[in-house]
């Protein structure tokens, strides 16, 4: 019988929610965002939400729901970010995942020593440049503060040296407006311009509503300036079941999420349009150590049922992977990282960060922890790539003619398919003897050497003449 089949693929995925649960979480969110509202001191959001249908009472803010589903229709469903050279790499939209780093970690664990430190200016720069170096992850954050320099500068400093040694899409922070102007400036100059900018935007905004269910004003500011220069804007709460939420994960999503689109509500009334990332970073109190835990099975959970939230919405999402509470690059940090990674990568939650730096609970950044997770993120995707089925695949003729007892090591169709095997640069498959043979290295002696190796790329240094210029620029920084 000859088989005419076309290629068919199946990307593989779960789900922690089914459509009964999104509706009710819904419901609950609506109900929420109705009844109890959230807190914003902001004149001016105030005066913008009043007058747009919101019920004001002092500093209390509540939306009815028309008004939460109206925002909702009007935020775009995808958002395209672009490399500075403008070359569009991500693209948000659907069920779509794109890994990347942390971001303001405290300290730094270098790689050949192993001695912990504090995070400075010099390590922005090889932590920036090695993001740009590993293949797996399609953006980069801020990923570490700098102790070494003026606290009034230092996430401008960041910003600087993250978009000078990164050219992938950049995810900020920073502490106010001012901040926010200074940082876009310097990425309108490195891609070439608003107009290229507005055309696929290499800069995303990030901000955080303070669970529970307040806003303060400089984060209410940042918001209305990103909304009018069409910065596009993550406002993701970091939200703790038994502290800032309740303990339920239920509820904990229902707030967070609550929390997320209050501030979608206020940017669309702005500016209809502005890009906006819903998402929420929920994760759970330790009782036993009082931590925000970052490798808890629960942050995955609560994580990927807050995908399919966005994923019913149709907005963009901010997803969380890759982190862990160990302090070093252990078994326990591999294990936290790959199951948080997998469980993202097959829900399909967006823009996935904490994909190679957030240990010890969001403290520490480790360059081998980067380069570990970046090889566990290309087995994550190489598994999304499913299983092709088609003539060609499922070889029939090919295994008729071999027949019992044979072999397929000479075959034309062995050569045409067998790179397609995933072969890691980290992870060891030789035999006892051959292992011994070449020096009896570990996994941690591999993962050093690797990451050694990897941070001796550096990326295209930016022009001379923007470099100068960015002189300039902090030099006037206050």
């Known amino acids: 019988m000859d088989m005419q089949i076309d290629e068919i693929r199946f990307r593989p995925k779960l789900q922690v929610i089914n459509d009964l649960q999104i509706q009710q979480i819904n419901v609950a969110i609506l109900e929420l965002l109705e009844r109890t509202g959230v807190q914003i001191t902001h004149p001016k959001a105030?005066?913008?939400?009043?007058?747009?249908?919101?019920?004001?009472?002092?500093?209390?803010?509540?939306?009815?729901?028309?008004?939460?589903?109206?925002?909702?229709?009007?935020?775009?469903?995808?958002?395209?970010?672009?490399?500075?050279?403008?070359e569009r790499t991500v693209c948000l939209e659907g069920d779509n995942s794109y890994f990347g780093p942390s971001l303001d970690c405290l300290d730094y664990m270098d790689p050949q020593t192993h001695v912990r430190e504090r995070f400075t200016s010099e390590h922005i720069k090889v932590t920036a440049a090695l993001c740009d170096a590993l293949p797996s992850f399609d953006w980069g954050m801020t990923i570490g503060m700098a102790a070494d320099v003026d606290a009034?500068?230092?996430?401008?400093?960041?910003?600087?040296?993250?978009?000078?040694?990164?050219?992938?899409?950049?995810?900020?922070?920073?502490?106010?407006?001012?901040?926010?102007?200074?940082?876009?400036?310097?990425?309108?100059?490195?891609?070439?311009?608003?107009?290229?900018?507005?055309?696929?935007?290499?800069?995303?905004?990030?901000?955080?509503?303070?669970?529970?269910?307040?806003?303060?004003?400089?984060?209410?500011?940042?918001?209305?300036?990103?909304?009018?220069k069409n910065i596009p804007t993550i406002n993701s709460p970091c939200s703790q079941c038994s502290g800032t939420t309740p303990a339920t994960f239920a509820g904990?999503?229902?707030?967070?999420?609550?929390?997320?689109?209050?501030?979608?509500?206020?940017?669309?009334?702005?500016?209809?349009?502005?890009?906006?990332?819903?998402?929420?970073?929920?994760?759970?109190?330790?009782?036993?150590?009082?931590?925000?835990?970052y490798g808890a099975i629960e942050l995955s959970m609560m994580t990927g049922a807050l995908a399919q939230m966005a994923q019913f919405y149709k907005l963009p999402f901010f997803g969380t992977a890759g982190a862990t509470d160990s302090k070093f690059c252990d078994a326990q940090a591999g294990a936290e990282a790959a199951m948080q990674c997998l469980s993202s990568g097959i829900i399909g939650s967006g823009l996935i960060h904490d994909c190679s730096s957030w240990m010890d609970h969001g403290s520490l950044v480790s360059p081998e922890f980067m380069v570990l997770v970046n090889d566990i993120v290309d087995n994550v995707q190489h598994y999304m790539k499913g299983i092709p089925i088609s003539k060609?695949?499922?070889?029939?003729?090919?295994?008729?003619?071999?027949?019992?007892?044979?072999?397929?090591?000479?075959?034309?169709?062995?050569?045409?398919?067998?790179?397609?095997i995933k072969y890691s640069e980290l992870f060891d498959r030789t035999i006892l003897q051959k292992w011994e043979a070449a020096g009896k290295k570990t996994m941690e002696q591999r993962l050093q050497e690797l990451t050694?190796?990897?941070?001796?790329?550096?990326?295209?240094?930016?022009?001379?003449?923007i470099e100068k210029e960015f002189d300039e620029m902090q030099k006037s920084w206050k």
Request: glycine letters at 6%; proline letters at 5%.
């Open 46 to 86: 105030l005066e913008i939400l009043n007058d747009s249908g919101a019920r004001v009472d002092g500093n209390r803010v509540r939306f009815p729901s028309w008004m939460v589903e109206d925002a909702i229709r009007k935020a775009p469903s995808r958002l395209v970010l672009a490399k500075q050279n403008g």
């Open 152 to 228: 009034n500068i230092a996430d401008r400093v960041i910003a600087r040296h993250t978009l000078t040694n990164c050219k992938k899409p950049l995810v900020f922070c920073c502490k106010d407006v001012q901040s926010v102007k200074d940082t876009y400036d310097m990425a309108l100059m490195l891609c070439g311009g608003e107009e290229n900018f507005n055309n696929a935007p290499c800069l995303v905004h990030y901000s955080e509503p303070i669970s529970p269910l307040v806003y303060y004003d400089l984060a209410i500011e940042k918001l209305i300036y990103c909304a009018e």
């Open 252 to 293: 904990a999503m229902v707030q967070s999420a609550a929390e997320s689109l209050s501030g979608l509500i206020l940017a669309q009334l702005v500016r209809e349009g502005a890009p906006f990332v819903f998402g929420a970073f929920t994760s759970v109190m330790d009782l036993k150590t009082t931590i925000f835990s």
């Open 392 to 420: 060609e695949t499922l070889a029939l003729d090919l295994i008729d003619r071999v027949g019992p007892g044979g072999n397929y090591l000479q075959e034309k169709h062995t050569m045409a398919h067998f790179k397609e």
């Open 452 to 465: 050694l190796k990897k941070m001796e790329i550096k990326p295209e240094p930016i022009p001379a003449e």
